[in-house]
């Protein structure tokens, strides 16, 4: 089974500086999707980044990037020019490439991220 | 983007009675629904995945006749919590695809 690990509970940020959150993942799969979801106080998941496992190129979205490293099983978030409205759970995901009822979602423990003035 | 709503946003309901929530998907069809629970400061973790016309699909450990799933239209799929219990206390979410999910529901059971 694929698990996802998010080794930070807590991070902090201040505005306008830029913040990497860690995910790595455990699958003998060779094609699968990766994501990172928003979890604002709200609790309304927002999808913010997505990042199929077969392309080489790392996954842009305005201000957030990521870096994947197949090799290494590790998938971090970068957020540059960070904001207050970034604050918020980072939850990263892990989906393989199937179709129907086995393409679940599976989500690491999450993050929390603060962002200080 | 699409727009998923869930009824109710939160609820209080007694210990031994059922309750309703219905996750309705309001611009598009899905033929595959997921429902999850996340417990206070914890991860989402599914429960089941609700396909269109047929039956679901429950995660390990997950009781299926104490968490009843309909998904009778392509728009809806609702979930029962039958004679809910305090430990049945949490936040369901359900999404749409992996990319839409509802604002989720509150779930007290006192």
């Not at chain 1, 996802?4 to 201040?14: L, R």
């Not at chain 2, 007694?14 to 033929?31: M, N, P, Y």
């Not at chain 2, 989402?44 to 039956?55: C, F, I, Q, R, V």
């Not at chain 2, 919590?81 to 839409?100: Q, W």
Request: with cysteine; hydrophobic share 35%; net charge positive.
């Amino acid at each position: 089974a694929q698990t996802v690990t998010q080794s930070q509970p807590e991070m902090s940020v201040q505005e306008a500086e830029t913040v990497t959150l860690s995910c790595t993942y455990d699958t003998s799969e060779s094609d699968y999707y990766l994501f990172w979801y928003k979890q604002p106080p709200s609790r309304q998941m927002i999808l913010v980044i997505r990042q199929e496992a077969y392309k080489q190129q790392n996954a842009t979205e305005n201000r957030f990037s990521v870096n994947f490293q197949k090799a290494a099983k590790s998938f971090s978030l970068k957020i540059s020019d960070s904001q207050l409205g970034d604050a918020a759970m980072y939850f990263c995901a892990y989906r393989t490439f199937s179709t129907g009822t086995a393409s679940k979602l599976t989500f690491g423990t999450g993050t929390r991220l603060q962002v200080t003035l | 983007g699409a727009v998923v709503s869930q009824h109710p946003s939160w609820v209080i309901c007694k210990s031994g009675t059922s309750v309703k929530i219905e996750c309705r998907s309001l611009d598009f069809q899905a033929t595959t629904m997921f429902w999850y629970r996340q417990f206070p400061k914890q991860s989402l973790m599914l429960m089941a995945t609700s396909n269109e016309g047929s039956k679901a699909t429950y995660e390990q450990g997950v009781e299926k006749d104490k968490f009843l799933i309909n998904h009778a239209s392509l728009t809806l799929s609702t979930l029962t919590v039958t004679s809910a219990h305090p430990e049945d206390s949490s936040f369901y979410i359900c999404s749409a695809g992996r990319r839409n999910f509802g604002p989720g529901t509150r779930l007290t059971v006192t």
